[in-house]
Nanobody
Framework: QVQLVESGGGLVQAGGSLRLSCAAS????????MGWFRQAPGKEREFLAL????????RYTDSVKGRFTFSRDNAKNTLYLQMNNLKPEDTALYYC???????????????WGQGTQVTVSS
C-alpha cells in the first residue's frame, strides 16, 4: 500500500516556474515506477512523465519535454516535478501515481494522490 500526497501547486504567470512534490508512504517506494499526470477542466487526464524505481530512466510527453524535469529521492520517499517556462495551457490538476510497470498507460497505475492545482495566468 502506498499513499501519495502532492504539494507545491499554485498560481504563476506565464514563463514562470513551479516545483511540485509528491510525498509517498511505505517502505517499498523505490520499487515503484512513478508517474505524473494532469487533468485540465473539461479534458481527460493525460500522461506527463514517468520515472523508474531507481530514477535512472525517465520519459516525457512531447508537450513538456525540455520544460519539465522529473526526479525522485528514494531516501526521502519524495518525487519532484520541476516545471519551467509554464504556459497557460499547463493549467490543470496535477497528480502523482505509483505503479509496477514502466508505462504511460494510467490504467496501469495502482495508487494515486489527490492532486495539486496549477494555474498559469497569461
Amino acid at each position: 500500500q502506498v499513499q501519495l500526497v502532492e504539494s507545491g501547486g499554485g498560481l504563476v504567470q506565464a514563463g514562470g516556474s513551479l516545483r511540485l512534490s509528491c510525498a509517498a508512504s511505505g517502505r517499498t517506494f523505490s520499487s515503484y515506477v512513478m508517474g505524473w499526470f494532469r487533468q485540465a477542466p473539461g479534458k481527460e487526464r493525460e500522461f506527463l512523465a514517468l520515472i523508474s524505481g531507481s530514477g535512472g530512466y525517465t520519459r516525457y510527453t512531447d508537450s513538456v519535454k525540455g520544460r519539465f524535469t522529473f526526479s525522485r529521492d528514494n531516501a526521502k520517499n519524495t518525487l519532484y516535478l520541476q516545471m519551467n517556462n509554464l504556459k497557460p495551457e499547463d493549467t490543470a490538476l496535477y497528480y502523482c501515481a505509483a505503479g509496477g510497470r514502466f508505462t504511460t498507460n494510467q490504467d496501469q497505475y495502482d495508487y494515486w494522490g489527490q492532486g495539486t492545482q496549477v494555474t498559469v495566468s497569461s
